[in-house]
């Protein structure tokens, strides 16, 4: 798999591009990742890469230009599945997303910044539109980076073990059960002794009453979907 991350800030992506998981997939060649600055396609000696929008609004918006040319340049080497633009009113990101972008082989993700962008990167240039949820960020470099996370650790090898993932939340549109480890009593608070009696088939019930249990109480409206 490849991303490709347009963004006019790759300094914050450095961190969260270069370790755990994400770093570990890089290494067993299950993905490579290039951030691209986007400052490096303008076509000004100012490398401006935003203007003032038409019609007064307050705020700055990112041109369409250097966009453009990014996302050329990067399609004239290879073919892309999706050209994801990270915007507070795009998609909500889901588990079930990031199980199908992990299918994909090539994608392109465009960073939001400022006010936005010119409306016809949106209607011209991108395939989807994310958000990671209902609230405004700086930019979309973060985003960015939760989309990545999301969707590298799903990718076959990643995770040693690949059944962990499976149990994670919301595979199942519920909440995942209690975990618990060593050791079985600690000052008195004990593990669930069902967790401790080797029957699979109680335990395996015990966790899906669990998930239901939590999922009911935390997160009703993952049942009601």
Same mark, same amino acid.
């Given at each position: 798999?490849? /991303?490709?991350?347009?963004?006019? %800030?790759?300094?914050?992506?450095?961190?969260p591009l270069d370790c755990s998981i994400i770093e570990r997939a890089k290494k067993k060649g299950l993905v490579e990742i290039e951030v691209h600055n986007l400052r490096d396609?303008?076509?000004?000696?100012?490398?401006?890469v935003?203007?003032?929008?038409?019609?007064?609004?307050?705020?700055?918006?990112?041109? =369409?230009?250097? =966009?453009?040319?990014?996302i050329s340049a990067l399609k004239a080497k290879r073919d892309y599945d999706e050209v994801i633009f990270t915007s507070?009113?795009?998609?909500?990101?889901?588990?079930?997303?990031?199980n199908s972008l992990s299918l994909l082989n090539n994608i392109i993700i465009l960073c939001g910044h400022y006010k936005g962008v010119d409306y016809r990167v949106r209607e011209h240039l991108v395939t989807m539109e994310i958000s990671i949820g209902d609230y405004v960020l700086t930019g979309g470099e973060l985003p960015?980076?939760? /989309?990545?996370?999301?969707?590298? $650790?799903l990718l076959p090898g990643a995770i040693g073990d690949e059944q962990s993932a499976l149990s994670d939340s919301f595979q199942d549109n519920l909440l995942a059960p209690p975990v618990?480890? $060593?050791?079985?009593?600690?000052?008195?608070?004990?593990?669930?002794? =069902?967790? %401790?009696?080797?029957?699979?088939? $109680?335990?395996?019930?015990?966790? %899906?009453?669990?998930?239901?249990?939590?999922?009911?109480?935390? $997160?009703?409206? %993952?049942?009601?979907?």
């Amino acid at each position: 798999m490849r /991303i490709d991350i347009i963004t006019v %800030l790759p300094e914050m992506l450095q961190g969260p591009l270069d370790c755990s998981i994400i770093e570990r997939a890089k290494k067993k060649g299950l993905v490579e990742i290039e951030v691209h600055n986007l400052r490096d396609y303008t076509e000004n000696k100012h490398r401006k890469v935003d203007d003032y929008p038409f019609g007064g609004e307050a705020g700055m918006v990112m041109g =369409i230009q250097p =966009i453009d040319a990014c996302i050329s340049a990067l399609k004239a080497k290879r073919d892309y599945d999706e050209v994801i633009f990270t915007s507070p009113d795009g998609q909500l990101l889901t588990q079930p997303m990031a199980n199908s972008l992990s299918l994909l082989n090539n994608i392109i993700i465009l960073c939001g910044h400022y006010k936005g962008v010119d409306y016809r990167v949106r209607e011209h240039l991108v395939t989807m539109e994310i958000s990671i949820g209902d609230y405004v960020l700086t930019g979309g470099e973060l985003p960015a980076a939760v /989309i990545t996370d999301a969707v590298v $650790r799903l990718l076959p090898g990643a995770i040693g073990d690949e059944q962990s993932a499976l149990s994670d939340s919301f595979q199942d549109n519920l909440l995942a059960p209690p975990v618990y480890t $060593r050791p079985a009593d600690y000052k008195g608070w004990r593990v669930p002794d =069902i967790l %401790l009696s080797g029957h699979e088939a $109680r335990i395996a019930q015990w966790r %899906l009453d669990q998930a239901l249990e939590r999922t009911r109480r935390l $997160r009703p409206d %993952l049942l009601s979907d």
